[in-house]
Antibody, heavy 120, light 107 residues
Framework: QVQLQESGPGLVKPSQTLSLTCTVS??????????WSWIRQHPGKGLEWIGY???????YYNPSLKSRVTISVDTSKNQFSLKLSSVTAADTAVYYC????????????WGQGTMVTVSS | DIQMTQSPSSLSASVGDRVTITCRAS??????LNWYQQKPGKAPKLLIY???SLQSGVPSRFSGSGSGTDFTLTISSLQPEDFATYYC?????????FGQGTKLEIK
């Protein structure tokens, strides 16, 4: 079955760019019918959707983060990636990648999550 | 932006109890409402999609209802593995948003 795995640095310095990659296994990222999302959870808090990408490269971002977010896809590697620029301590969170099923637009498969701390 | 508000924020219950969690949207979202369960240190798990459809593999003691602005998640008979935090999420607006969560604890 399809599995997602996040990877990337666990510590990022303030003002730098956070970069994470999600590797999809057990299925093709290029199969239609799915969006590929990033979601984060601040320590002890709720969930915040960051944005998604379709395998074709079309994207949609949370307006509150749009100016700092870039999500890209590499279909040859079956991966999609997140870049969040100009990070501050407020960006410290567990970052999840997730598969969203179009209609009904629900996140049915999640990665295990990766903790990213922003600190000097 | 669509705001999602859950109540209660926390709830104590016993094994075997029937439990209901409520989610209210700041505007009508039709039936574009999903429910997730999250256990400590784990990723959320999809329970209910489109307000009332049970995700494959989820026990039938979980059910969802509602449309428009008011939704409920019901667990008919609590099991020990059900103690977790539950989140609602709207997918009506592409700027998806989640409720703040309801922590279900053992009484």
């Amino acid at each position: 079955q399809v599995q997602l795995q996040e990877s990337g640095p666990g510590l990022v310095k303030p003002s730098q760019t956070l970069s994470l990659t999600c590797t999809v296994s057990g299925g093709s990222i290029s199969s239609g019918g799915y969006y590929w999302s990033w979601i984060r959870q601040h320590p002890g808090k709720g969930l915040e959707w960051i944005g998604y990408i379709y395998y074709s490269g079309s994207t949609y971002y949370n307006p509150s983060l749009k100016s700092r977010v870039t999500i890209s896809v590499d279909t040859s590697k079956n991966q999609f990636s997140l870049k969040l620029s100009s990070v501050t301590a407020a960006d410290t969170a567990v970052y999840y990648c997730a598969r969203e099923v179009q209609q009904p637009d629900a996140f049915d498969i999640w990665g295990q999550g990766t903790m990213v701390t922003v600190s000097s | 932006d669509i705001q999602m508000t859950q109540s209660p924020s926390s709830l104590s219950a016993s094994v075997g109890d029937r439990v209901t969690i409520t989610c209210r949207a700041s505007q009508s979202i039709s039936s574009y409402l999903n429910w997730y369960q999250q256990k400590p240190g784990k990723a959320p798990k999809l329970l209910i999609y489109a307000a009332s459809s049970l995700q494959s593999g989820v026990p039938s003691r979980f059910s969802g209802s509602g449309s428009g602005t008011d939704f409920t998640l019901t667990i008919s008979s609590l099991q020990p593995e059900d103690f977790a935090t539950y989140y609602c999420q709207q997918s009506y607006s592409t700027s998806y948003s989640f409720g703040q969560g309801t922590k279900l604890e053992i009484k």
